[in-house]
């Protein structure tokens, strides 16, 4: 029996990232190829012309899992009973802008969705944010959005995960199916921690071996991965998108599907205090998921030169929370 469609919601869906990410949710590579999806598209007024194109052209691809779209400036209308949300709208920094400045108007944005979504979304929605401050923006969410359970909260680290993957594939010379279990520990920022200390290739070989070369794994590829973002930028002129596309799909798909026996991946969730990471903080942890719901991997070792590189990136989440704070009650 045909499956009942999935309400799947993509803010910022006019952007960039958004026309990436909208056919593949219609192809079936986030939630499965026997999955009905209804796609619900949000962007604001200047976008809508913009926005009806993207529906145009999701018309025009005939996808057979697609069974219905909805595209609105309206955040209540948009958020209407939805499954899943991908929040990618924000506010980008533009050049001369303060971080408090960008952090404000994102602090306003993602206190209103929240707001939306508790009122509207299903009751179990389960809610990744992309739009940068990632982090942050998905801690404002959950505080303004009491009801959604902080379990169901997340932000996107699986583009830096995957990116760390790439990295250690590109260096072995190996497909990057054969590498797993790195680990981005806290912000989707500069300070990230891309940590191959538990890393493996072809099931059980642990790549520091396999690399021989720990100048390389704690220097260059370490800030290769932190600053991969800027790369894409310098070399595109516009910041990656098919690839965050594609990480997304992967966040969600693990999320709802299960990881893999064995394997885990990057989530950025809502700290419980693990690794003494300070509770409260939306920071991204190694987790397994199983029947819908992510646990962090627990009792890895963490010697002094991870610890340190943990603390720092966490630190800045907390600075990142004061400034947020300082924003709403202004
Ligand atoms: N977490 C990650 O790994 C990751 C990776 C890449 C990009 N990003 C972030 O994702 C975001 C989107 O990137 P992009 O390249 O698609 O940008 P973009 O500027 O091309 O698209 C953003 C879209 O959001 C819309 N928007 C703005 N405010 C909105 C609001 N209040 N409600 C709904 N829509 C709104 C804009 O009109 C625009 O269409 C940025 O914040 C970027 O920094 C995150």
């Not at 949000?42 to 595209?71: H, R, S, T, W, Y």
């Not at 499954?83 to 506010?91: D, K």
């Not at 760390?164 to 680990?183: F, M, W, Y």
């Not at 990057?266 to 942890?285: H, Q, R, T, W």
Request: proline residues 5%; charged residues 20%.
């Amino acid at each position: 029996m045909a499956k009942d469609p999935v309400r799947v919601l993509v803010t910022g869906a006019a952007g960039q990232i958004g026309y990436a990410l909208v056919p593949m949710i219609a192809r079936g590579i986030m939630l499965g190829a026997d999955q009905p999806v209804i796609l619900h598209m949000l962007d604001i007024p200047p976008a809508a012309e913009a926005l009806n194109g993207v529906k145009m052209e999701l018309i025009d691809a005939a996808f057979p899992l697609l069974k219905g779209i909805v595209a609105t400036t309206d955040v209540a209308e948009a958020c209407k009973d939805v499954n899943i949300a991908v929040m990618v709208g924000g506010f980008p920094r533009k050049e001369g802008m303060e971080r408090k400045d960008v952090m404000s108007k994102n602090v306003s944005i993602y206190k209103a969705q929240a707001s939306a979504l508790e009122a509207n979304a299903a009751k179990d929605v389960k809610v990744l944010v992309v739009a940068n401050p990632a982090n942050t923006n998905a801690l404002i969410l959950k505080e303004f959005a009491p009801s959604i359970p902080e379990k169901n909260i997340s932000c996107l680290t699986r583009l830096d995960h995957n990116r760390a993957l790439g990295q250690i594939a590109e260096r072995l010379d190996i497909p990057v199916s054969s590498v797993k279990n790195v680990i981005i520990w806290g912000n989707h920022s500069s300070s990230q921690y891309p940590d191959v200390y538990h890393a493996v290739i072809d099931g059980d070989k642990p790549v520091r071996e396999a690399v021989a070369d720990d100048a390389w794994l704690d220097g260059e590829f370490i800030k290769t991965v932190q600053q991969r973002g800027a790369a894409i930028i310098k070399a595109r002129k516009l910041s990656s998108a098919l690839s965050a596309a594609s990480s997304a799909c992967d966040h969600i798909r693990d999320w709802v599907l299960g990881t893999p026996e064995g394997t885990w991946v990057s989530m950025g969730v809502y700290s419980d205090g693990s690794y003494n990471v300070p509770a409260g903080l939306i920071y991204s942890f190694p987790v397994t998921c199983s029947k819908g719901v992510w646990s962090i991997v627990q009792d890895l070792p963490i010697n002094e030169f991870s610890r340190k590189k943990l603390d720092a990136t966490a630190e800045e989440l907390v600075e990142e929370k004061q400034l947020a704070y300082t924003c709403i009650n202004e």
